[in-house]
Structure formats: C-alpha cells, structure tokens
C-alpha cells in the first residue's frame, strides 16, 4: 500500500511539472519577436522613405512611435495604429529633408510585455 501512495504522489508531481512547463510555453509564445523593418539600421537613403514598415514574429499592439532629427527635434507623425493586435505595422512618413533620424516605436505582446524598437538612418543631401 505504501508503494501506491508513493507512486501516486510522484505521478502528481510529474503532471504538475508538465503542466508549469506547457503554461510556460504558452507564456513564451505570446512573447514576440522583431521580425524585419524596412529601413536597415544606419543606413544612407538617396530618397525619403514614405512609409516604416516593421514586422514581427506573433501578433502585438501599437504603443507608440517617435521621430527625431539629429538634433533631437521632433518630427510629427499622425499614425492611427490598428485596433486589433497584428504583425505588421506600416507608418506613414512625413516629406523628409535631408538630415539624420532616429524613429523609435513601442509594442506590447499580447503576454503584456513592451517591447521597444529603433532605428537610425541618413537621408543624403544631393
């Protein structure tokens, strides 16, 4: 008899420790990941880009996005994110002159973690 309680003790503790390691996965997979973005990191653009466009691995909302020249001046944008969490977000540009830009966005995965962004780019002067 003693053997059964042991044995049933030890099944419990196998199926709760199968059961926190499927909620952690599940936790894991709803945490996201950068996908690509449009404009690589410090790159030199011949022309002003219209759009950003940046992409990740699950489905996140929109927080926030901010562009700043090199001297740290804010660029409006008007951006209206999408209701519903996706995993692709395209953000219309302002016309740009030629200068250096530092745009940086938020996210939040639908497990509630922020995740932030940026990038840094060059238009040429011709």
């Known amino acids: 008899m003693p ?3 042991k044995t049933q003790r030890t ?3 196998v199926l709760m420790s199968v059961g ?10 709803a945490h996201t990941m950068e996908r690509a973005v449009s404009i690589a990191s410090n790159a030199v653009l011949q022309t002003a880009p219209e759009t950003f466009t ?3 691995v699950h ?9 700043r020249t090199a ?10 994110p999408p209701a519903n969490a996706t995993t692709t977000f395209t953000i219309p540009l302002p016309k740009l002159a030629p200068d250096s830009y530092r745009l940086t966005w938020r996210v939040i995965a639908e497990d509630g ?3 932030t962004g940026n990038v840094t780019f060059t238009i040429a002067r011709r």
């Open 3 to 5: 053997i059964k309680i």
């Open 11 to 13: 099944g419990r503790a």
């Open 59 to 67: 489905p996140a909302r929109f927080g926030s996005v901010q562009l």
């Open 71 to 80: 001297t740290g001046e804010t660029v409006p944008i008007r951006y209206q």
């Open 113 to 115: 973690h922020v995740m």
């Open 20 to 29: 926190l390691l499927c909620a952690s996965f599940a936790m894991a997979q």
């Open 54 to 56: 940046v992409s990740y």
